[in-house]
T-cell receptor, first 112, second 115 residues
Framework: DAKTTQPNSMESNEEEPVHLPCNHSTISGTDYIHWYRQLPSQGPEYVIHGLTSNVNNRMASLAIAEDRKSSTLILHRATLRDAAVYYCILSALLQGAQKLVFGQGTRLTINP | NAGVMQNPRHLVRRRGQEARLRCSPMKGHSHVYWYRQLPEEGLKFMVYLQKENIIDESGMPKERFSAEFPKEGPSILRIQQVVRGDSAAYFC?????????????FGSGTQLSVL
């Protein structure tokens, strides 16, 4: 399984942008980059995913490096409800299954 | 528009008892995944099922654990003769397809506590 590297924790202030980095130097050409987040006592929640081009949705933006060896999840204006563990995951069909392999993620703290 | 439903939300068992965890996928989804999360750890993949078939059980412990997804009804994760080390949050997810760009939708989990 391709591996990702994320900082263990990050801190930001409410209403400021947050940039969450992820390194995936061993990514293969068919791997999609997925981001999920997990709020306390809840199941993971899909945030965004992409392959090569930058992506935007109502929750966040995903900036993917040209060589695809790193990506950044951007929360444009953080709120207290964005405090969660954010997981960067490479997804590929393994043994016929779309299997997401979760790492330790980045614990994001938002200060009021 | 119900999401992935898991029950019970909390389950308490004594050592040696059986635990049955249920998961109803989102409407129209035929792909189900089970994950386990030990305290203060990340999620670990356990098993992937399609209707009536186990596709990938590479993350399942060899003994005491089994999973099924019958033609009718929810997916069941069954743990026989539970031990204290089985205490964890068990999450189920479902997807519409199995493509690598497919989103997974997760339930709220079942917190299993073994006394």
């Amino acid at each position: 399984d391709a591996k990702t590297t994320q900082p263990n924790s990050m801190e930001s202030n409410e209403e400021e942008p947050v940039h969450l980095p992820c390194n995936h130097s061993t990514i293969s050409g068919t791997d999609y980059i997925h981001w999920y987040r997990q709020l306390p006592s809840q199941g993971p929640e899909y945030v965004i995913h992409g392959l090569t081009s930058n992506v935007n949705n109502r929750m966040a933006s995903l900036a993917i490096a040209e060589d695809r060896k790193s990506s950044t999840l951007i929360l444009h204006r953080a709120t207290l409800r964005d405090a969660a563990v954010y997981y960067c995951i490479l997804s590929a069909l393994l043994q016929g299954a779309q299997k997401l392999v979760f790492g330790q993620g980045t614990r994001l703290t938002i200060n009021p | 528009n119900a999401g992935v439903m898991q029950n019970p939300r909390h389950l308490v068992r004594r050592r040696g008892q059986e635990a049955r965890l249920r998961c109803s996928p989102m409407k129209g989804h035929s792909h189900v995944y089970w994950y386990r999360q030990l305290p203060e750890e990340g999620l670990k993949f356990m098993v992937y099922l399609q209707k009536e078939n186990i596709i990938d059980e590479s993350g399942m412990p060899k003994e005491r654990f089994s999973a099924e997804f019958p033609k009718e009804g929810p997916s069941i994760l069954r743990i026989q003769q539970v031990v204290r080390g089985d205490s964890a949050a068990y999450f189920c997810a479902s997807s519409l397809n199995r493509d690598s760009n497919e989103k997974l939708f997760f339930g709220s989990g079942t917190q299993l506590s073994v006394l």
